[in-house]
């Protein structure tokens, strides 16, 4: 059995577990997919990366400033763009923010919670693996005495609505709404003419596009035989192919868009992935730090729904819902932002 389960394995997840695991507790963080950092997310393909979720940290308030510059001095990030904001990226792929986060916390990967149930005491959490390995290796269910949702308020409100305790909870979820977007990871001869100018572009009001990079521009070392740009559509666009399964027609069309007004050789890639993001970008944030529940279950959501600003917003409610559910069970000391300090002995 553990103290406290973490659902999800993005900023949020990994700054509340990291919080609660300096303090002495047993932590489990149950993850869906393959690896960490949610939407701070990193592709290997055609033997180089894409940054194919966040693409740079921006950072305003003083957590996240101490957060990069802790990476800098890690040689994890290093500044991309300093035109008029600094931007820092990873060199060696976005999610390795998310890796150095990770570090010290038992995760289990693959794991989606299908249902929670209270019982005795402690919750059960019942999985289903997205690997054979994962299932042969760990169990379909997982007690602990306190659970945090760390994922999307949608994903959330599925996994809590069959619970009738937590009724005033889903409806704080329902009020959540959320941007969706399309990225397109795609490479091309490095040979081609002219090469940009340019890191990344951003688009106001475009009903197409919202940003494009040259992902590659982002790397030390050269890797693989392609140059990658990675296009991020407009909500607006990805709504219009949220439910297609084909994503290919969408892809190549957002890349049209991005020649049209960038570079003519933008339409013709080597090859090209396209990622769909379902809830990319808060609309409507809850407009508090995270989501207690009012009852005794021993029960907090969080995320960057919650307060907004992107993956500060998202370590600032991570920790919010540390010290929250901190004081529904043994009221022990938290680090606080101090917790980078012990990242940085490691």
């Known amino acids: 059995m553990y103290d406290i389960a973490v659902i999800g394995a993005g900023i949020a997840g990994l700054a509340c577990a990291q919080q609660l695991h300096q303090a002495g507790y047993n932590v489990l963080i149950l993850e869906k997919s393959r690896g ?27 957590l996240m400033q101490q957060f990069v510059q802790l990476l800098c001095d890690r ?27 990770g570090q ?35 169990p379909s269910e997982v007690i602990a005495k306190a659970v945090v949702l760390a994922i999307p308020a949608p994903q959330a409100l599925a996994i809590l609505e069959p619970l009738t305790e937590l009724s005033t909870v889903c409806q704080q979820l329902r009020s ?31 009903p197409v ?28 666009f990805a709504r219009r192919y949220l ?5 290919q027609a969408a892809g190549y069309e957002l890349l049209a868009k991005a020649s049209e007004c960038l570079l003519p050789w933008l339409a013709k890639p080597e090859w090209l992935q396209v990622h769909r993001w379902r809830y990319a970008f808060p609309s409507r944030p809850l407009g508090q730090s995270c989501l207690s ?46 917790f980078l300090q012990a990242l940085a002995l490691e």
């Open 209 to 236: 596009l919202a940003w494009v990079g040259w992902d590659s521009s982002k790397r030390v070392e050269k890797t693989g035989n392609f140059e990658v740009f990675v296009v991020q559509s407009s909500a607006d």
């Open 104 to 138: 010290g916390l038992e995760v289990w990967r693959s794991q989606r919670v299908e249902a929670i149930a209270f019982h005795n005491s402690y919750w059960q959490l019942s999985l289903e693996s997205a690997s054979s390995e994962a299932t042969a290796n760990q």
């Open 36 to 62: 960490l950092g949610g939407r701070i997310a990193t592709r290997r393909l055609h033997d180089t990366l894409a940054d194919h979720g966040t693409c740079y940290l921006k950072p305003k308030g003083e």
């Open 243 to 247: 439910e297609t399964s084909d994503l």
């Open 293 to 338: 529940n009012e009852t005794n279950l021993p029960l907090v959501c969080c995320g960057d729904w919650c307060g907004g600003n992107f993956v500060e917003g998202a370590m600032h409610s991570g920790i919010a819902a540390a010290t929250e559910i901190n004081r529904q069970m043994e009221g022990r000391s938290l680090p606080g932002s101090n």
């Open 75 to 101: 040689h994890i990030l290093q500044v991309w763009t300093d035109n008029s904001e600094f931007r820092y990226v990873a060199p060696a792929g976005m999610n390795a923010i998310a890796k150095f986060l």
């Open 176 to 206: 959540v709404e959320f941007h969706p977007c399309l990225s397109v990871m795609a490479g091309y001869s490095s040979q081609l003419e002219p090469q940009p100018d340019w890191q990344a572009v951003s688009f106001v009001d475009n």
